[in-house]
């Protein structure tokens, strides 16, 4: 079992289009995060949702929405994709966001691709 | 200033070396500290939270220096399996929510 599950696991696409990411997990969690890793490795938080409410949006464009159906779910849309957006997107969740020593679990992680 | 760093390396040791990795943090507010390890084209997975007084596990060290705002990982007896690049993590309360920050990753490579 998959505890937190992110598809598609590549995505290759023009700029230009418009992609969404999903995620799921299975663990309970309250809390919900996006990450972006560029190509230097630098994993820098984008979004966090608790309990479906957004309580991060870390200065992200907006052409990057998050949407959190309920508090298992967290997907990233994306529109009018550039270049700079390619990087692999992680997806967490941990058990309370306002608690101590609470570890985020990931994702697989998306690797996108803009051309 | 970034709120977490770390030295990036690479670190390229010898299997047996023992190795240490150091990461400063910028809020003085952060509460919860944690080592991640990730390797090549994965994601990152905790290695190990870091308490107050310091904890180890097997051949993992992990201390916390409050006052000076660092915290440190110690790998003894290194193995060629170690090789990854290890993330430090803080939380901590920031713009009226908590905030789970990275540094960019210290790569470790360990060879025969």
């Known amino acids: 079992d998959t505890a937190v599950s992110q598809t598609p696991k590549y995505l290759v696409t023009q700029m230009g289009n418009d992609k969404s990411i999903k995620c799921e997990q299975n663990l309970g969690h309250d809390t919900m995060y996006w990450y972006k890793q560029d190509s230097k490795k630098f994993l820098k938080i984008m979004f966090s949702y608790n309990n479906k409410e957004l309580i991060i949006n870390e200065t992200v464009p907006n052409r990057f929405s998050p949407k959190s159906p309920d508090k298992a779910h967290l997907n990233l849309h994306i529109n009018s994709l550039e270049l700079g957006d390619s990087a692999v997107y992680f997806c967490?969740?941990?058990?309370?966001?306002?608690?101590?020593?609470?570890?985020?679990?990931f994702g697989q992680g998306t690797r996108l691709t803009v051309v | 200033r970034k709120e977490v760093e770390q030295d990036p390396g690479p670190f390229n040791v010898p299997e047996g070396a023992t190795v240490a990795f150091n990461c400063t943090y910028s809020?003085?507010?952060?509460?919860?500290f944690f080592w991640y390890r990730q390797d090549c084209r994965k994601e990152p997975k905790l290695l190990m939270s870091v308490y107050s007084s310091g904890n180890e596990d097997g051949r993992f060290t992990a201390q916390l220096n409050r006052a000076s705002q660092y915290i440190s990982l110690l790998i003894r007896d290194s193995k060629l399996s170690d090789s990854a690049t290890y993330l430090c993590a803080v939380k901590g309360w920031s713009g009226g929510y908590n905030k789970l920050i990275f540094g960019a990753g210290t790569r470790l490579a360990v060879h025969p």
């Open positions: 809020n003085s507010a952060s509460q919860s």
């Open positions: 967490a969740s941990s058990q309370d966001g306002s608690g101590l020593y609470t570890e985020a679990f």
